[in-house]
């Protein structure tokens, strides 16, 4: 099959994301033209835009929209804001989001976007700015029945609102589903915000009953504290569990007896990091992957766990909240050495599966109670963790390459059900 990626490089993400892939195609024996349609089928848009900076400079700035896949409907991912974008990692980040999609089996395929900047050092103003601007120039791709945003690495509700009010003005009326993950007063859904990681935690209710592990009192280290790893680690002590470790981009903290995670969260609120709070001893994020916990909820970004490292993780489960943490060489050791690993295309579901129930009730101008949501997330998750333990069962294979075999084939049978035009 030719590919693109030659050989693997595993601090490249598309790397990893093929040899993923792969493993699938080949315990699927698919036909390898298929196989080739759904790795290569994809659109990559790459723009470079000005934006005036407050102080008065203009800076140009590069941004990508990669649709990997519309076989099981609009192309749909996040858009994020980090100094790594590139179009190599959104790609990859695209592929994940077609078979996260397939995963958890709502109607989308998958996309990913991005501006290479760094939000820490920009204003509001700056950032609304780039957003507006860099909304302009995807506009003729995007839209709600085509290809829809969603917040991801340092993009939020905030965001969501620009990108939408700009592509309504474009229209020239109100296109509510043309993102998701906006605020709820411009037609977000209940749920949204903590969707990913309340995904992430009815992952790990399931991982604990299958390895029997008792979810109240469970030791939990969590390595990330944005969206995803923030509303985990409250979800989970709301659970019960006893976070002993959290880090950021700066630094972390441990405590052997339990963080107190909203002291923790307001902290960080005015510190701009949980690094140097109270009543914590200090660690950083390599010793904060390698604790003594029963559950691991890598929540940050891509490649932290690694060959380097994995035979050091002590965790039973890890919960993959970031898409891309484990590279496969980490994969083998942690497998192993008997650990439960979530995949993300299974594990951060949750985000993009009430994503699906936002668009929903746009499309239908209807809108849902919170427990709605929940009850329908729960269900949908529980059903997709059964569905890849049962192919990973009966296959012999880890639940990455299961949750890729589900995936893998649920996008096959569309590819070739359509046929190829002409
Ligand atoms: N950025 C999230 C993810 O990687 C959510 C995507 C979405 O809701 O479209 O899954």
Redesign the pocket.
Known sequence: MSTGVEACDESKLLDVAYMQFRNAVQQLALDPGLADVLWRGSRSYIVEFPVRMDDGRIRVFNGYRVQHSTHRGPA???IRFHPNVDLSDTKA?AAL?TW?CAVMNIPFGGAKGGVQCDPRALSLGELERITRRFTWEIAPLIGPEQD?????VSTNAQVMAWIMDTYSILQGYTVQGVV??KPVELGGSLGREAA?AQGVVYSIREACLARGIDLEGATVAVQGFGNVGWHSARLLSELGCRIVGVSDVDGGVLNEKGLDIPALKAYEREAGTVAGAPGAAGIDNSELLQLDVDILVPAAIEGQITKENAARVKAQIVAEGA?GPTTPSADAILGDKGVFVIPDILA??G??TV?YFEWVQNTQKLFWQQEDVNMRLDSIMTRAFHEVLDIAQRNKVDMRTAAYMLAVQRVARAAEVRGFFP
């Open positions: 749909k991912g996040g980040l989001m996260k829809i945003p969603a917040p991801d998701t993950g990913t898409n951060n579901g985000g993009v994503s």
